[in-house]
């Protein structure tokens, strides 16, 4: 990411994040991607529509009083997700002992994936716990990009409990982390 394009991120950053902690949240991360702005919010009790929609109320009224953004582009306001993507070193310090699925910048060996278990990380350097290549580490500057992988369970069987016509009913309403 450009200089220029990392300050106005810092900028809208320094913008949302007072309303996002005012609500009792995080701000995760803020990325743009072509004409969206996407705002990320992590809570510790989980966030419903509800606190979503009035996020995105408040955020979208302080971006507009203060136009840090050139032309017209479409504000998203969500969870992380549970396969998050890791940029910064507090996202990677929060994914300690979670599988990580990790691409590192082209070197002399080339590029090279790394899925495991993030161990720690240590003034910039990853541990991770490869199945295949054992402990190693990873600088961060080598991460060319990064995010948590979340592992599903086995799918229910045919017939069993919560399967009634072919549909699933086990889902509870509320957003997914």
């Known amino acids: 990411m450009n200089t220029e394009s990392q300050s106005h991120l810092e900028l809208i950053f320094s913008l949302v994040e007072p ?8 701000l995760y991360d803020i990325q743009q991607n072509g004409g969206t702005l996407a705002v990320l919010v992590d809570s510790d009790d989980g966030l419903g529509v509800d606190e979503l929609s009035g996020l995105s109320h408040s955020v979208s009224a302080v971006l507009d009083e203060h136009d840090p953004i050139p032309g017209r582009y479409t504000l998203e306001i969500s969870t992380p997700g549970v396969e998050r ?35 720690d990380i240590d003034g910039g350097v990853l541990t991770i716990d490869s199945s295949d290549l054992g402990a190693t580490t990873v600088h961060l500057t080598e991460v060319e990009k990064a995010r948590t992988v979340f592992e599903w369970g086995p799918a229910p069987k045919p017939g069993s409990p919560g399967k009634k016509n072919g549909s699933n009913n086990n889902h509870k309403g509320g957003s997914q982390r």
């Open 19 to 26: 309303l996002v902690e005012a609500a009792g949240h995080t």
């Open 85 to 119: 993507r890791l940029r910064q070193e507090k996202h990677f310090s929060g994914a300690v002992g979670e599988t990580v699925n990790i691409r590192t910048n082209p070197g002399p060996e080339g590029r090279r994936r790394i899925v495991g278990t993030l161990l």
